[in-house]
């Protein structure tokens, strides 16, 4: 059964600052993976979506980038802003089985000070 | 053009009650899914289904029943509510197959007491 672990499940950064975070998998067979963003009391929006051919995806400020046969992920989020302060949710598509599914981490819950 | 659209925002429920969530999309998308979220263990699928007239049973489908008589929309059924159904529940849904981007609605927060 896949397993999806985000890791911390809360950071607090000064506004500015260059931070990664981090989303690892159990099971490397997948189809892709996808990072969305949540506020609170709020839908999911979709930020970047990487096939497991790729290593990379990049819009704005923030790159994806995954290694699938180590099973890990990273959202780089370049000069943060309070605005992005969220919770940033990753998930992957799994190979087989219930093809459609989408296995989710937890989540880390991001907060950019002044 | 609207995305996922979900109704109602908000509802509460006595245990026992039924309601029914609907779910909407504009994008003409073949996958549409339900999902809960609850606090400390992320989402998990209910049903899911893969084009009109055709559902099936997700992670965790026991006390839920599900539609899709129209491409656009998709049911989602409490028969008979319980507490352990309190919960933020999503729809969503993406284009046919498994490489493209899943799009989600804004969600409906259900108590039950």
């Known amino acids: 059964k896949q397993e999806v672990t985000q890791i911390p499940a809360a950071l607090s950064v000064p506004e500015g600052e260059n931070l990664v975070l981090n989303c690892s998998f159990t099971d490397s067979a997948i189809y892709n993976l996808q990072w969305f963003r949540q506020d609170p009391g709020k839908g999911l929006t979709s930020l970047l979506l990487i096939q497991s051919s790729q290593r990379e995806q990049t819009s704005g400020r923030l790159n994806a980038s995954l290694d699938k046969s180590s099973g890990r992920s990273t959202l780089y989020i370049a000069a943060s802003q309070p605005g992005d302060s969220a919770t940033y949710l990753c998930?992957?598509?799994?190979?087989?089985?219930?093809?459609?599914?989408?296995?989710f981490g937890t989540g880390t819950r991001l907060q950019v000070t002044l | 053009n609207a995305g996922v659209t979900q109704t109602p925002k908000f509802r509460v429920l006595k245990t026992g009650q039924s309601m029914t969530l609907l779910c909407a999309q504009d994008?003409?998308?073949?996958?549409m899914y339900w999902y809960r979220q609850d606090p400390g263990m992320g989402l998990r699928l209910i049903h899911y289904?893969?084009?009109?007239?055709?559902?099936a049973k997700g992670e965790v489908p026991d006390g839920y029943n599900v539609s899709r008589l129209k491409k656009q929309n998709f049911l989602l059924g409490l028969e008979s509510a319980a507490p352990s159904q309190t919960s933020v529940y999503f729809c969503a849904s993406n284009l046919a197959g498994v490489y493209n981007e899943q799009f989600f609605g804004p969600g409906t927060r259900l108590t039950v007491l």
């Open positions: 998930a992957v598509r799994g190979d087989g089985g219930t093809a459609s599914k989408l296995t």
């Open positions: 289904s893969v084009g009109e007239g055709t559902t």
């Open positions: 994008m003409n998308h073949e996958y």
